[in-house]
T-cell receptor, first 113, second 114 residues
Framework: DAKTTQPTSMDCAEGRAANLPCNHSTISGNEYVYWYRQIHSQGPQYIIHGLKNNETNEMASLIITEDRKSSTLILPHATLRDTAVYYC??????????????FGKGTLLTVNP | GAVVSQHPSWVICKSGTSVKIECRSLDFQATTMFWYRQFPKQSLMLMATSNEGSKATYEQGVEKDKFLINHASLTLSTLTVTSAHPEDSSFYICSLGRANEKLFFGSGTQLSVL
């Protein structure tokens, strides 16, 4: 799976949008971009994923650049409960059983009151 | 709703004893499950891939005789830490999902070996 690069930490004011960047310059054409987050002492939680087009769900929006070498996760109105480590992962989605997720170090997002 | 059930949430044991952690799929039949561990302030590290009805595939550096994985049914995989030592103290997490779809994670098990 392609390697990703994320800032170690970010801060955001409560109620403002949080924009988390991720670089994946070696991404292949058949690799998706996934975002998960992990709140302290819990299992990771799925947020969103995409291939080429921008995606939006009830939790967040995912903006992928046209060359697919980077993406941004947007939490439109951050709350204190959004404080967590956010992981950007790229992986091939295939029909085989080897569809594991490989985690990098992620970004610790701290939402401040 | 919850897709994965992991038990126990936390366990404290004496050095030299064995500990079993269960991971259950609640919503569908999971032919493959993944086991991760996480040390404090570090990221998740994949330990092994558990395949129903066959031997697990271990990542490099993970001792298969120490971390026994059994995936006897499509809804249950277990991880047994044998002869646990303080250095095995960690947060263990299971994951499952269908191919071509997102993966779901258990709530994790905090193991403390005294």
């Amino acid at each position: 799976d392609a390697k990703t690069t994320q800032p170690t930490s970010m801060d955001c004011a409560e109620g403002r949008a949080a924009n988390l960047p991720c670089n994946h310059s070696t991404i292949s054409g058949n690799e998706y971009v996934y975002w998960y987050r992990q709140i302290h002492s819990q299992g990771p939680q799925y947020i969103i994923h995409g291939l080429k087009n921008n995606e939006t769900n009830e939790m967040a929006s995912l903006i992928i650049t046209e060359d697919r070498k980077s993406s941004t996760l947007i939490l439109p109105h951050a709350t204190l409960r959004d404080t967590a480590v956010y992981y950007c992962i790229v992986r091939v989605v295939s029909g085989g059983s080897n569809y594991k997720l490989t985690f990098g170090k992620g970004t610790l997002l701290t939402v401040n009151p | 709703g919850a897709v994965v059930s992991q038990h126990p949430s936390w366990v404290i044991c004496k050095s030299g004893t064995s500990v079993k952690i269960e991971c259950r799929s609640l919503d569908f039949q999971a032919t493959t499950m993944f086991w991760y561990r996480q040390f404090p302030k570090q990221s998740l590290m994949l330990m092994a891939t558990s395949n129903e009805g066959s031997k697990a595939t271990y990542e490099q550096g993970v001792e298969k005789d120490k971390f026994l994985i059994n995936h006897a049914s499509l809804t249950l995989s277990t991880l047994t830490v044998t002869s646990a030592h303080p250095e095995d103290s960690s947060f263990y997490i299971c994951s499952l999902g269908r191919a071509n779809e997102k993966l779901f994670f258990g709530s994790g098990t905090q193991l403390s070996v005294l």
